[in-house]
Structures are given as C-alpha cells and as structure tokens.
C-alpha cells in the first residue's frame, strides 16, 4: 500500500522529485527485498527452501527496511515545496461541495505516521527472526 | 431431588477453575455464574462466557440446567471476555459527544476559525436549521437510549467505547467545522432544496422514532424474548412489510436528507459510513430472524427494500 502511494501519488506526481537520490535508495531498497522474499514464496511453495534464501530473507531488512524507509521519508519530504506551490491535490474553501483537503498537510500526517508504524514493523521482523532461524538451527542439531 | 455437580474448565488451558457440588437442577447459567465469580471475583458474570465445547457457541443465561445435553456432572468451559461496559453507557457517552461538540463549532467558539469571527452567527438560514436537526437527532438518540430502547445484552467490551466514540465524535466535529464555516456555501437549489430535505429528515426521524417504539413493545420489561416485528397502525411501521430492519432504513433516510439540506461532502461520507455498517448489522440481524423463525416473511429485505 505505501508501495503504491509513494510510487503514484508522489513520486509520479511530483516531477521535480524524481531525480532526487532518495528515488534511488528506496527503489534498490524495494528490488533487492522483492527479489529475495518472492524467490522465498516460490521456493517455499516448491517445498525446496535453500536454506540462503530463508535467512537473506530474515537478516538483509536489517539494513534493507531502515533504508527504503529513509528514501520515502526524503522523497516526501523533497516533494512537499512543490505540492505547497502548485496546491496539488487540495481543494480549498468556499467551494460548494463544502469540503477541503490539504494534500500538504496530509503528506505531514503521512510522515508522522512512520513513527509509530515502523517500529512496529520493525520489531516483528526481528521477532520472527529469531523464532524462524532458531528453529532451524534446532532441527540441523537433530539430523 | 438430584442436584447436579458442575465443574468449570477454561477453554484454552482446561485446567479446572472452579467445582461446583450440589447445584439445583433448575439452576440457570445465569446462576451458575454468579456462584463462579464467588471463587474468581475479578471475573463477574458479564464477563464470563460458559459453554459446553472449549470451541462452541456461549451458553444462554436464560439456558436451564437440566435442560442441555449434560450428565450429571456437567463440564462446562470458561473464556474471559474481557472487561465490559454496559451498552447504557456507551451509547450515552458515543451521542452526547456530537451533541456538544457540533455546538462548539455552531457558535464559532475560539482557536477553531480566525479570531475576528469568535462567536460570531452565519448569516444563512439552513446553517441554524441544521444546528437544531443535528442537535434534535442525538437528543432523540439520548431520550432512546434512557427510555425506550431495551437491551439484550446488558455489555460490551471496553475498547469498544474508545472505538465508537472516535468515529462519532470525529464524524461530527468534521461535519460541524464545515457546516459552521465562514466560508460555508448554501445549496445550489436554495430554498427549495432545504426544504425537500427537511422533509426527508423529519419523516425518517419521525419513522425511526416510531420503529423504536414499535420494538420496545414487542418485549416486555425485563425479558429477552424475541418476537416477529410487524406493522401496526403507525403508517411509518408498514415499512416492515419489506424491510426487517426499518430503523435503519430510515436512519439513512434521514442522514441522506441532512446531506442534501446542508450540501456538505464530509455529510455525505459518514452517511455512506453509516449505511455501510447499517448495511451489515441488518443482514446479521434478517439472517437470524430467518434460522429462528420458519414463517418468516418472504418479501422482507434486510433494509432496502427489494433491493439489499
């Protein structure tokens, strides 16, 4: 979902945005997590899971997730003087639907909500890494 | 006389909890959970949903012991609800929330439009017309919750409080800081336009109103019974001749009308909100009056009629 808000509704609506270097960081930050996680779907579902794949999966967020964050967080951030100068996205009172909305300020909300969020996210990965590889650490200890 | 003996297991853990000896037979689950938070305090009755299979449906207060399929040492399992709170209480706090809170904004009161227009009064007639219809709706809803309206279940879950109060607090501060604007435009159709939806909403109100009423006398003080609704002489309860639901059919109506009166878009979504989640309770509601009742009547939609 943020996939597609930072994709469509900033970066490719924000034209001044997209030779910024934070584009870059979170565009290698996605392709190398989709790479790997999608080869971990398809592996899995082969019921053929090397064991690389499983812990490339649950140990490169570590780096992969911090960055991709920081490389919306900036691309936001680099967007907002031109959504505030050409008012894009808002409509503004008096109109007669009566309503108004204030895309500048919603890309703030936006950001805010990382803070709450990404620990969130965050601590669940690292959580189920440790339940993930522990356990099969365990089962090699068996064989 | 036998009496029965009851142990009480927890669902998830199955260790038993509490044993009860000497138990009547005619002793409801009611009862029985009553002489349980005698052993466990912090779980008072409302809390507590017994049953018969860790994975099954709750037992009945109502439900009689002898009466369910159980030896005389009946098993029954136990799973904490979770804290409560009585439906009296959340619903009086959920509606007088907007009930003040659309009159903060109605009298422009200070930090929420510039300063120089503080308590100052718009000038368009259906800006105060939709000040009383606003205000009249949760002092309805209020009187309802107080007097008419009678409860199946006594509770809720406590987080439903803080769920509930957000939409409907957030809902009407969102509506009134447009409605109140400075800037706020009245309908294109002027006069006319006002009117029409001022007749919308008071018919459904009145409607609504009758509804209620209507369903109040079908259960007598203090029981749970569960009856068939059906029209009565009121000509707002023939609306049960296609909806079993018309309560909410029209409440819609008439957020539909105050929609159109005051021709604002954050109206408009709480109204599709509404009806969205209006939409569910009925078919809840019209799926168990067709598995308890066999006669039940055909024609009847849940709360459009012919149509959903």
């Known amino acids: 979902m943020s996939r597609v808000f930072l994709i469509w509704a900033v970066t490719h609506s924000v034209k001044e945005v997209q030779s910024e270097d934070s584009v870059l960081l979170f565009v290698i930050a996605w392709t190398i997590t989709e790479i790997i996680r999608y080869s971990f779907y398809?592996?899995?579902?082969?019921n053929h899971l090397p064991y690389l794949i499983k812990w490339a999966r649950y140990t490169l967020f570590i780096v992969l997730y911090p960055m991709g964050v920081s490389g919306e967080l900036l691309t936001i951030y680099a967007a907002l003087p031109f959504v505030r100068q050409a008012g894009l996205y808002s409509i503004s009172l008096p109109n007669k639907y009566n309503f108004s909305f204030d895309y500048y300020a919603f890309l703030i909300l936006i950001m805010i909500s990382y803070i709450p969020i990404f620990p969130q996210l965050y601590f669940h990965m690292i959580h189920q890494r440790r339940k993930v590889l522990s356990h099969t650490e365990e089962h090699k200890k068996f064989e | 006389m036998?009496?029965?003996?009851?142990?009480i297991l927890d669902a998830k853990t199955r260790e038993k909890l509490c044993f009860l000896d000497?138990?009547?037979?005619?002793?409801?689950?009611?009862?029985?959970?009553?002489?349980?938070?005698?052993?466990?305090?912090?779980w008072y009755p409302a809390r507590q949903s017994l049953r018969l299979d860790p994975k099954g449906k709750s037992l009945k207060d109502e439900d009689v012991l002898q009466k369910l399929p159980v030896g005389t040492t009946a098993t029954f399992?136990?799973?904490?609800l979770g804290a409560q709170i009585s439906w009296v209480t959340v619903f009086l706090t959920e509606y007088a929330g907007p009930l003040f809170i659309y009159l903060l904004f109605y009298f422009r009161v200070p930090f929420i439009y510039g300063h120089k227009y503080d308590f100052t009064s718009s000038r368009h007639t259906v800006v105060h017309l939709a000040c009383i219809c606003h205000s009249f709706h949760y002092v309805k809803r209020l009187l309802e919750t107080l007097f008419v309206h009678r409860f199946s279940h006594g509770t809720m879950p406590l987080r439903n409080i803080f769920k509930n109060c957000t939409y409907y607090w957030g809902f009407a501060a969102w509506m009134a800081y447009y409605i109140n604007h400075p800037?706020?435009?009245?309908?294109?159709?002027?006069?006319?336009?006002?009117?029409?939806?001022?007749?919308?909403?008071?018919?459904?109100?009145l409607g609504n109103f009758s509804i209620h009423m209507a369903l109040r006398d079908l259960r007598p003080a203090g029981s749970k019974t569960r009856k068939i609704p059906y029209p009565t002489k009121n000509p707002f309860t023939w609306l049960f001749l296609l909806v079993s639901c018309p309560n909410y059919t029209y409440e819609v109506g008439s957020w539909i009308g105050f929609a159109i009166m005051t021709q604002c878009v954050p109206v408009a979504l709480f109204s599709l909100v509404g009806f969205t989640q209006m939409t569910i309770w009925a078919k809840g509601k019209h799926r168990s009056y067709l598995k308890e009742f066999r006669d039940y009547p055909p024609l009847r939609m849940p709360i459009i009629p012919f149509l959903l």
């Open chain 1, 42 to 46: 398809t592996f899995s579902l082969l």
């Open chain 2, 2 to 7: 036998k009496h029965y003996e009851v142990e």
């Open chain 2, 22 to 42: 000497k138990v009547e037979p005619h002793a409801t689950i009611a009862e029985i959970k009553n002489l349980f938070t005698k052993t466990h305090p912090q």
């Open chain 2, 77 to 80: 399992y136990f799973r904490d």
């Open chain 2, 183 to 205: 800037l706020y435009t009245p309908p294109t159709y002027g006069a006319q336009q006002v009117k029409l939806a001022l007749a919308i909403f008071v018919i459904c109100q």
